[in-house]
């Protein structure tokens, strides 16, 4: 790093793939800005500030957090089912094969 800029990464998860875009910007831009200038709200019509949730390295980040240099922006895409339901599902289903000794 060099006092006039900041390097960091903005990711965004497929189920197929990864898009990642390194970026060069100066000290002070926020999550949102790197998002907005790394073009993938561009590339991905379905992406939006307001609707998909940031973060930093795995923790969620507001959109005017401040990055720091080599900082790692994350894209998550919105959950299609509840976790803790999928694994209700899984148990109530699982349980009568248990019980008939299988």
Same mark, same amino acid.
């Given at each position: 790093m060099s006092g006039d800029h900041v390097d960091v990464q903005v990711v965004f998860a497929l189920p197929q793939r990864q898009e990642m875009v390194a &970026?060069?910007? !100066? *000290? =002070?831009?926020? +999550?949102?800005q790197a998002v907005e200038a790394s073009g993938l709200l561009?590339? $991905? *019509?379905d #992406?939006? #500030?307001a609707r998909n949730k940031l973060g930093?390295? /795995?923790? &969620? %980040?507001? =959109? @005017?957090? +401040? #990055?720091?240099? /080599? @900082?790692? +922006?994350?894209? $998550?895409? !919105? #959950?299609?089912? @509840? !976790?803790k339901e999928v694994r209700r599902?899984? %148990?109530?289903e699982g349980k009568p094969l248990k019980k008939g000794g299988e």
């Open positions: &970026l060069e910007l !100066p *000290p =002070g831009t926020t +999550v949102a561009q590339r $991905y *019509p #992406l939006s #500030l930093i390295f /795995g923790k &969620l %980040a507001k =959109g @005017d957090t +401040v #990055l720091r240099q /080599g @900082d790692r +922006v994350e894209i $998550y895409r !919105p #959950l299609i089912a @509840d !976790p599902q899984r %148990a109530a």
